[in-house]
């Protein structure tokens, strides 16, 4: 149910798993006048410490008992992003009644700047630091937060930005009590991170959280031509206004879409956002990507010449279709950011004929997917602990397994020939073999560098 404006935070609060936002999130409670206690499942080397910084009670790997007793003795409870639904900290709280909270909730009641936020499985972290680029061009103080390097919990402490851009996951809309970005961005949906949500329906509940709570004089902004996304357009009195994105000038239904693709342009409500021709890339999800931003960005006032000038610049993010380089007429591209099959099957999708190195950790969903990549993917290698799933969703192809990234290199190397891409693509998590997917692109670029490129330093 929506509510008028952001709910007190309590004054006791279990900060429960301690990566980057509960570090900040921790803090900021402790020097707004709120205790705080300290929980992780691990033993992390920084817990000690930030527990002497903030004189809180620490709890390392307690046992169910233990955090029993935690939940009982504070107010609500923190959950890390990404902290399992699963896990025993949710049935605890709802069983002693107490809410959990999100860096959002407490954003909100510290700090009133405007918000865009941006959410969807893929494109999140390019058209949150689009917009914000499209913001800076036209000369306003913004600052790209949330799912980044800075939490926006942390960031609000910082008054030079006059709004921020925040790539909202579904891990924090999931636990926000109240959330109301100016602003709202869904940029599409796909089966994703079921190794953290119980099932789909709460994955897209989660995403579909975004839209709850704006109001009068708000704005959402849909793909128009992703069905779940579409279906959740706000319709409710007094709701946000509704503005649609999409390549195509219509949606399914038959209704204008506000801004899409017009022969070689981009086009919105006002005439020409850009010229195809002038984005830093072309890639179909690129013009999406740029579409999205750009109904964002002038829905929180940023000019046409200002968004246009970041068209141009783009964002050029590593690990996602990244040309790592070329040879003997085989272009290689890092997209390593690509953790689960739908943004694989949109990178694969930009090239005509590709040498797809995939796989790694499955994160619970169906590789099978991959094989509507099938027209495009001409020779396959599997890595990781998912190779062999991607294998089996191209059975009439050439395809490989291998051991470690050097094989995976000289087994692509191997199979390519002249016209193909070679697209480290893994739809899959990279916590197999690697730390995070920019260690695992790297260390593939690094490959490619030396093993097919001749670069040796």
Not at 193 to 207: G, P, S, T
Not at 276 to 301: F, K, Q, S
Not at 303 to 327: D, K, M, N, W
Not at 350 to 369: E, H, I, T, W
């Amino acid at each position: 149910m929506t509510v008028a404006g952001p709910p007190p935070i309590e004054h006791r609060v279990l900060v429960a798993g301690l990566g980057v936002t509960n570090v900040a999130a921790a803090r900021a409670l402790v020097a707004h006048g709120h205790e705080v206690v300290l929980a992780d499942d691990r033993r992390p080397d920084t817990a000690e410490p930030l527990a002497a910084e903030l004189g809180a009670p620490l709890l390392l790997a307690p046992d169910h008992a233990e955090l029993a007793a935690a939940v009982d003795d504070v107010d609500a409870v923190l959950p890390a992003p990404g902290l399992p639904w699963t896990h025993p900290l949710f049935d605890l709280a709802a069983a002693a009644a107490r809410p959990t909270l999100s860096e959002f909730d407490l954003a909100a009641a510290w700090d009133d700047r405007p918000v865009v936020a941006v959410t969807g499985t893929n494109g999140k972290t390019t058209v949150t630091l689009s917009v914000a680029a499209m913001l800076g061009a036209s000369g306003v103080a913004t600052e790209a937060v949330g799912n980044l390097e800075v939490p926006l919990v942390a960031a609000v402490a910082d008054p030079a930005p006059e709004w921020f851009v925040v790539e909202a996951s579904s891990f924090r809309l999931a636990h926000s009590r109240w959330f109301r970005p100016r602003v709202a961005v869904w940029l599409n949906f796909a089966e994703d991170h079921l190794d953290v949500h119980r099932d789909l329906e709460e994955y897209r509940a989660a995403k579909a959280r975004i839209f709850a709570d704006q109001g009068p004089g708000d704005t959402a902004v849909l793909n128009a031509e992703d069905p779940v996304v579409a279906a959740a357009a706000p319709a409710r009195p007094g709701g946000p206004r509704v503005v649609r994105f999409g390549l195509a000038a219509t949606d399914p239904a038959g209704r204008p879409v506000d801004y899409h693709q017009d022969a070689d342009r981009l086009v919105g409500p006002s005439g020409v956002v850009a010229e195809v021709g002038e984005l830093w890339r072309d890639l179909p999800h690129d013009r999406t990507n740029a579409l999205a931003a750009a109904a964002a960005a002038l829905a929180a006032g940023a000019s046409p010449e200002g968004v246009r000038t970041a068209l141009r610049r783009g964002a050029g993010l590593p690990h996602r279709v990244q040309l790592v380089g070329e040879r003997d007429g085989v272009t290689w591209y890092d997209d390593s950011k690509a953790t689960a099959p739908h943004a694989t099957l949109a990178a694969v999708g930009g090239f005509d004929s590709v040498v797809l190195v995939a796989g790694g950790r499955n994160k619970g969903l169906d590789l099978g997917a991959l094989a509507a990549a099938s027209d495009r993917v001409r020779a396959v290698v599997g890595i990781g602990e998912a190779g062999p799933e991607v294998l089996a969703a191209f059975p009439g192809r050439p395809g490989r397994t291998a051991g470690s990234m050097a094989e995976a290199v000289e087994a692509a190397a191997e199979l390519a020939r002249a016209g193909d891409t070679v697209l480290l693509s893994p739809g899959c998590a990279s916590f197999d073999w690697y730390g995070s997917y920019a260690e695992r692109g790297d260390d593939f670029a690094e490959h490619v560098r030396r093993l097919v490129l001749g670069v040796t330093a």
